[in-house]
């Protein structure tokens, strides 16, 4: 019994301590907490780099269909005479239906100069465009790379909302168990004045 008497004087005090203090706490409501969880929170921004660094997968993977441009220029000079001067400038192209594009421009000048390198004096202009017939008509390294980053980035977007589901999920308990501390503590704080009047 003194026991009890003693649980129960203790409690008494520590609400009546509470009910001299003044509440600071802000009502915010369940979606819009759970809102600012999702935009501010370290652990979702974590998770949209994950979509980020994905979506730079792809665009390295792009990078393969990106024209090349390449240009070559060999001179040789040897006693105040010139030997011969070649021009090499091209660009290259893979196809995402397959196949490769190209073009250029080959210029080869000078006295001293192979003849098997002999051009005509305005040079020469080539283009072409080369399409597979067997492997890699269907797909090729390069596609299948692309296509292979763009699951991913299925799979990481999925991912992302997984994560955040359970992230939010757990927001959404701490904020109830915060809302039921809240109720708790204004309920002891309105039976502290009843018991005082």
Do not use: C
Request: charged share 20%; hydrophobic share 40%; net charge negative.
């Amino acid at each position: 019994m003194l026991k009890k008497l003693s649980s129960l004087l203790l409690v008494g005090f520590s609400l009546t301590g509470l009910s001299q203090t003044k509440t600071d706490t802000v009502i915010v409501s369940e979606h819009d907490f759970l809102q600012q969880a999702l935009n501010y929170a370290p652990l979702a921004e974590n998770n949209r780099l994950g979509i980020d660094f994905q979506d730079e997968k792809i665009n390295e993977a792009r990078g393969a269909f990106e024209p090349k441009l390449q240009s070559d220029l060999v001179h040789k000079r040897f006693d105040d005479k010139r030997y011969y001067t070649k021009s090499n400038s091209s660009v290259r192209a893979n196809l995402p239906i397959g196949g490769q594009l190209s073009g250029g421009f080959d210029r080869n000048s000078g006295l001293f100069i192979n003849p098997e390198n002999n051009l005509p004096m305005q040079g020469l202009a080539y283009v072409g465009v080369e399409i597979p017939l067997g492997a890699g008509m269907f797909t090729d390294a390069n596609r299948t790379k692309l296509r292979q980053e763009r699951e991913r980035m299925t799979g990481a977007e999925l991912e992302t909302q997984l994560a955040n589901n359970l992230y939010l999920l757990e927001a959404g308990n701490a904020y109830w168990e915060w809302y039921g501390s809240i109720l708790l503590l204004e309920l002891s704080q309105e039976a502290v004045n009843k018991a005082q009047v």
